[in-house]
């Protein structure tokens, strides 16, 4: 029997049946396009991610469900949980916002993007997304009580995340607005990501949220980091929230008081709170004018030391607004900088299709998100290539003065090639021939693939800018793809990494670093830690830059064929013989374990070298590659 046409009430409230079909169209704002899903909550939840030109990395629900951080899921601003958790958790995690309306002596209670009063009000729930993908708005238009309500989510390196509120009287009538809005589920600093999956109660019991009362900061921390051990752990650095352009009648560093709120009663500053989840909340006041609009900020950081707090006080106590300006700029300084990030890999296209335009875009910039984009164009920076060598070859790192005596102190790699050519040193060439100076690279992990556990490794301890790239071996060359079009030259480094990581069996490892590689170690009791070996169906991508340089390189690679400065990567898998293979064809490779141990202390005390495959002479083996090919091909 279908309920369809039934009209239903709760108590003496007739439910508003939601209206409107799900549409998407390209729309300006502030002068820059964004696309528009007008009626989102019609559409199944979906999962999307905030990108950065920085080290932040935020993955959001429709819903409004919101796991952020910065580096990886050990930094997080909001817990790091699998997409459906996130997706569900909206009402607990993330931004909330209720407000009290009071227009013609009546007061209404209206908390956008919940589901607690669903069909109590005509609602329209729009979400709308920069072509760049640094900006996020969340959209909840109020027919019945002629009011708009959006959030964004924005990124700044210097300050974090920054959250920005806006309401909107669509009426000529003024009204009077109590807000309580802010965002709850914030992880003070020190969780790591497994101890908030396994044991995220215990966690509550070590957590603190101070106010900082002169400038309104919300400080979070853990008393202690988590440990078993009868030693001292503090846990010296804190997360951070304040906010700019309300008038706080109240602070609250938790949500037990938002049902308070939500009752209709009073609530008071909190100031000093223990074992409670952390949140950031400004209670305030203010009249909202007929056709007018009032906006405010979040701003919430993590890794905070004591420094930066008393730095912060002290900026907002001299003057706020100019401190919001600051934010502002770096916010479109962050916003440039990724628009240059992904021009220079020749994302930027204008034809007649905007839309065609958007999406070359977005697919260049998540390529370069998963396979790097090279820090400075054809350049190499000396000092980079010799930490390159620190991590690979210790021997060499050893000889570096009297080895790179004549190399300057910034070449191209056409001539730092040309340099080790001359050297005689067949470990110098090749790993000259590998070496790529990328950035921005990070294992494509998202709360969908729990499997992947990404970094995005920018910046050293001391704040200069580090190279890196990283990510599993099809991640890593499906995306270096396109970007060898940009970067011809590098075409042949990236053919030599493919050869000089596959091992004599002619198959890849798992990953691939900046450092070298990776296999996966067997672990019985990790669905996901289990060997991970191939072959043929890899080859597509090597055949795939194998032509660019034919294309870009005519008679290079014929040169390379009888080049003696391949190697093979010693993987400590071994492959059962084939009468073995016919007998259980679901079990033909075993996991040499001593090997593994082996290799693990030779790359202490050698470098990633050592884990290459060496002769009977205990020196690496070097052949041509001619034969690395035929090894792929039998």
């Given amino acids: 029997m279908s309920n369809a046409g039934k009209v239903l009430t709760i108590g003496n409230a007739t439910l508003v049946p939601a209206t409107g079909g799900v549409s998407g169209k390209v729309t300006e704002i502030e002068g820059q396009p964004f696309y528009c899903i007008e009626n989102v909550d019609a559409m199944p939840p979906f999962f999307i991610s905030l990108v950065s030109s920085s080290d932040h990395w935020m ?17 997080a601003l909001f817990p790091y949980a699998s997409d459906d958790k996130v997706t569900e958790n909206y009402e607990i995690c993330g931004s ?58 924005r990124t700044s390196e210097i300050f974090g995340f920054v959250r920005t509120v806006e309401i909107e009287n669509l009426d000529g009538e003024p009204v009077q607005v109590e807000v309580l809005d802010g965002a709850q589920y914030i992880q003070p600093f020190g969780i790591l990501s497994q101890s908030q999956i396994q044991t995220s109660n215990l966690l509550n019991a070590y957590k603190r949220n101070e106010l900082e009362s002169e ?30 352009g309300l008038t706080p009648k ?21 100031e000093d709170l223990r074992a409670q989840r ?31 707090v008393i730095a912060l006080r002290e900026a907002l106590k001299a003057d706020a607004g100019a401190l919001w300006q600051r934010v502002a700029d770096d916010i479109a300084a962050g916003e440039k900088k990724l628009v240059e990030l992904v021009a220079s890999s020749d994302g930027l296209q204008c034809t007649g299709d905007s839309m065609v335009n958007s999406h070359h875009f977005a697919n260049t910039l998540f390529n370069i998100m998963r396979g790097g984009i090279f820090d400075d164009q054809y350049f190499v920076d000396k000092a980079y290539f010799i930490d390159y060598l620190k991590l690979h070859n210790l021997s060499l790192f050893d000889q570096r003065d009297s080895l790179l005596a004549g190399l300057p102190e910034k070449c191209t790699i056409g001539e730092l090639i040309a340099f080790a050519e001359q050297s005689q040193s ?43 790239y990283q990510g599993n071996w099809r991640d890593i060359f499906q995306n270096w793809e396109p970007l060898a079009a940009s970067y011809p030259e590098f075409i042949e480094n990236m053919i030599c990494k493919f050869l000089n990581t596959t091992s004599g069996d002619g198959y890849n490892p798992y990953r691939l670093t900046y450092d070298g590689f990776e296999w996966e170690v067997p672990d019985p009791h990790d669905p996901w830690g289990n060997i991970g070996y191939w072959g043929d169906h890899q080859i597509i991508y090597l055949q795939k830059l194998l032509e660019l340089s034919g294309q870009y390189h005519p008679g290079t690679l014929s040169e390379f064929l009888g080049k003696r400065m391949f190697v093979y990567a010693n993987i400590p898998y071994r492959l059962r013989s084939f009468a073995q293979m016919l007998e259980d064809w679901y079990d033909t490779i075993d996991f040499d374990r001593a090997l593994n141990n082996a290799i693990a202390d030779k790359v202490k005390q050698a ?13 690496i083996l070097t052949v041509t590659m001619a034969e690395k090919l035929f090894s792929l091909l039998l």
Avoid: C
Avoid at 218 to 241: F, H, K, Q, V, W
Avoid at 287 to 296: I, S
């Fill in 59 to 75: 993955f959001i629900a429709s819903t409004g469900g919101v796991t952020a951080g910065r580096v990886n899921a050990n930094f």
């Fill in 96 to 153: 909330k916002t209720i407000f009290h309306i009071t227009k013609h002596d009546k007061t209404s209670l209206w908390e956008p993007f919940s589901q607690r009063y669903g069909g109590l009000y005509l609602l329209t729930r729009n979400l709308y997304k920069n072509i760049a993908g640094t900006h996020l708005i969340f959209e909840e238009i109020n027919h019945d009580l002629a009011l708009v309500f959006r959030y964004a989510w």
């Fill in 215 to 244: 400038a309104g900061i919300g400080i979070y921390t853990l008393s202690s980091t988590l440990s078993d051990m009868p030693e001292p752990n503090e846990s010296l650095r804190a997360t951070i929230a304040w906010q700019h």
């Fill in 250 to 270: 109240a602070i609250l560093l938790s949500s037990v008081q938002v049902d308070v709120f939500r009752q209709g009663e009073a609530v008071s500053t909190e």
């Fill in 278 to 308: 952390g949140a950031y909340f400004v209670n305030s006041e203010f009249t909202l004018p007929g056709n007018q609009r009032k906006e405010w900020h979040q701003v919430m950081d993590v890794n905070q030391e004591i420094t930066a």
């Fill in 426 to 468: 067949p470990a110098l060439l090749r790993l000259a021939y590998e070496y790529l100076p990328l950035t921005f690279s990070r294992r494509h992990g998202d709360p969908s693939r729990p499997w992947n556990q990404f970094s995005i490794n920018l910046k050293n301890p001391d704040g200069s800018r580090k190279l890196d």
């Fill in 607 to 619: 470098g990633t070298d050592g884990k290459l495959l060496t002769g009977v002479d205990g020196e």
